[in-house]
């Protein structure tokens, strides 16, 4: 796209802010944000959050090396790891909640939301499950390793599989914001 897309402006806020917000509205604690090199503008729209801020300074590096980064960052008495990415912002509090609950019921299954059979995101790793992934394999990997242990959670949430990677993306959950499909955020 060209354009940094966790700046990208969703209801008067930045998209990472726009996220975020229902990410700490749903109760989610010991938040970790990867930022890469160029993050300072990011950091900047987010310094005010109750979230502990880490660099990948590999600019080239796959999106597991941030999950790894953050992993190392999170406090030790975590059970599991909500992989939340700001390219999909519309993912709603119900699907953050419902993620949650269900890895209390759970906590030993990996949870995949998944709107009208396409799996989406965020996903929920229990933690030593997810340290799998620091012997080389990635996200899709681990879940495929592990497809006994992973539960896919049916969600009413197109959210879940709405991305921004095209400025048409981005143009199409704007409309999805101001014609009110989505509910307004925290």
């Not at 229902?22 to 979230?51: C, F, S, Y």
Request: charged fraction near 20%; glycine fraction near 8%; charge should be positive.
């Amino acid at each position: 796209m060209g354009l940094q897309k966790q700046l990208l402006v969703l209801n008067d806020k930045p998209a990472i802010r726009y996220c975020l917000d229902a990410i700490i509205a749903a109760g989610v604690i010991d938040i970790v944000v990867v930022l890469g090199q160029n993050g300072n503008k990011i950091r900047e729209a987010i310094n005010n959050l109750p979230v502990s801020i880490v660099l990948n300074t590999n600019p080239e590096s796959e999106m597991v090396e941030s999950v790894k980064i953050g992993i190392q960052k999170i406090a030790g008495t975590a059970t599991g790891i909500l992989v939340c990415l700001s390219d999909h912002p519309l993912v709603s509090l119900n699907t953050f909640r419902e993620l949650i609950n269900s890895h209390g019921r759970e906590p030993d299954k990996i949870l995949i939301p998944v709107f009208n059979g396409k799996n989406g995101h965020p996903g929920l790793f229990p933690k030593n499950i997810l340290n799998e992934i620091f012997s080389g394999i990635n996200l899709r990997e681990l879940i495929r390793k592990n497809s006994d242990r992973t539960r896919l959670i049916n969600v009413a949430d197109e959210g879940v599989v709405l991305d921004m990677d095209t400025i048409a993306d981005y143009r199409k959950i704007l409309a999805k914001i101001r014609s009110g499909i989505v509910p307004v955020r925290p």
